[in-house]
């Protein structure tokens, strides 16, 4: 079993920025791939990054990329996610999982252990 638990969400304006924090426990969990994902109101969860096991690859959505950064630091068992240049359609809970890392990454079915999320709200 592995456990994250998610942290930094918060309000922030538009324009700013926030650093997100999984924090991993549990069997062997720097060995897995990780990703970030994103729920709004009324829509269905959606992939946000990911990042392989070394964190030597990153994967992001079209919507975030040059804005989000993903990486990890496997001697804490944590993994990040930096969001400059907020935009109120960023507002979301966002969770963090983690997969064997074997399939595609994007897809949330490839990751079997997920954190309970953290809200992030962009106001305009």
């Known amino acids: 079993q592995v456990q994250l638990v998610e942290s930094g969400g918060g309000l922030v304006q538009a324009g700013g920025s926030l650093r997100l924090s999984c924090a991993a426990s549990g069997r062997t969990s720097s060995s897995y791939a990780m990703g970030w994902f994103r729920q709004a109101p009324g829509k269905e969860r959606a992939f946000v990054a990911a990042?392989?096991?070394?964190?030597?690859?990153?994967y992001y959505a079209d919507s975030v990329k040059g804005r989000f950064t993903m990486s990890r630091d496997n001697a804490k068992n944590t993994v990040y996610l930096q969001m400059n240049s907020l935009k109120p359609e960023d507002t979301a809970v966002y969770y963090c999982?983690?997969?064997?890392?074997?399939?595609?990454?994007?897809?949330?079915?490839?990751?079997?252990?997920w954190g309970q999320g953290t809200q992030v709200t962009v106001s305009s």
């Open positions: 990042i392989n096991w070394r964190g030597g690859i990153t």
């Open positions: 999982a983690a997969g064997d890392g074997l399939g595609n990454l994007l897809r949330l079915g490839e990751y079997d252990y």
